[in-house]
Every structure is written in structure tokens, then in C-alpha cells.
């Protein structure tokens, strides 16, 4: 069975850090671009950053930019976001999703990508920064 499972996320003072893990499960991420989102309550999802199969890509909004890093780990066929500096607004379920890099680039024209190109999703992890 074709999975991703998110894990790593709770509950952290504002200026503190969290590392979500996307562990993949049933394929590879060789030629797949890895994004993740989030969703606060009440809000539309929206997308945090992309990172290519091999690494050699990344991508970030401007939101998260100099705080979150993604980063890969093919031999355990998972994918982090190292959050740092969080803040209150950061409070969200955070997905990963996996996507064909034919259809789905980690360069500022992820920004633009129809979530549907994505079509491997976890079932999300909560984080909640209190302030």
C-alpha cells in the first residue's frame, strides 16, 4: 500500500522547535517532489515548502523562510521539516504529499501547483505554538 505518514508534531512555546517526519511506505521517493502543507483551524490549506526525491531542490513561502528546513533521508525513505523560531501563526495540522516531479516542481512555481498534481497525502500531524 502507497503511504506517507507524518509524525513529530505537538505542542511548543513560541521560539521553540519541532522536526516533522514524512516516512514513506510502499514506493521510493526517486523522481517524486515532497511538499508540505499546513492548515490552521479555520483556514484554507496552504502550501510550506517542496524538496525534491534526491534533495538537490528545495522550495519555501516566504512565511517560513530562514525558520523551516526540509531535508531528506533516503535510506530510511523519509522527509523532515525542521521547524525553528515558531511562532503562534504557525499553529496548524501539517500535511506532507508526494507528487510526480513530471508534474510537480520545487521552485517558486509550487506556489502556483494545483494540489491535485500531489496525489499521495498523509493524514496529518498536529502542532500547536502557544504563545
Known amino acids: 500500500e502507497v503511504q506517507l505518514v507524518e509524525s513529530g508534531g505537538g505542542l511548543v512555546q513560541a521560539g521553540g522547535s519541532l522536526r516533522l517526519s514524512c516516512a514513506a511506505s510502499g514506493f521510493t521517493f526517486d523522481g517524486y517532489a515532497i511538499g508540505w502543507f499546513r492548515q490552521a483551524p479555520g483556514k484554507k490549506r496552504e502550501k510550506v515548502s517542496c524538496?525534491?526525491?534526491?534533495?538537490?531542490?528545495?522550495f519555501y513561502v516566504d512565511s517560513v523562510k530562514g525558520r523551516f528546513t526540509t531535508s531528506n533521508d533516503n535510506a530510511k525513505n523519509t522527509v523532515y521539516l525542521q521547524m525553528n523560531s515558531l511562532m503562534p501563526e504557525d499553529t496548524a495540522v501539517y500535511y506532507c504529499?508526494?507528487?510526480?516531479?513530471?508534474?510537480?516542481?520545487?521552485?517558486?512555481?509550487?506556489?502556483?501547483?494545483?494540489?491535485?498534481?500531489?496525489?499521495?497525502w498523509g493524514q496529518g500531524t498536529p502542532v500547536t505554538v502557544s504563545s
Open positions: 504529499a508526494a507528487g510526480r516531479l513530471s508534474l510537480v516542481s520545487c521552485s517558486n512555481s509550487f506556489k502556483y501547483t494545483p494540489e491535485r498534481y500531489l496525489g499521495v
Open positions: 524538496i525534491t526525491g534526491t534533495g538537490s531542490s528545495t
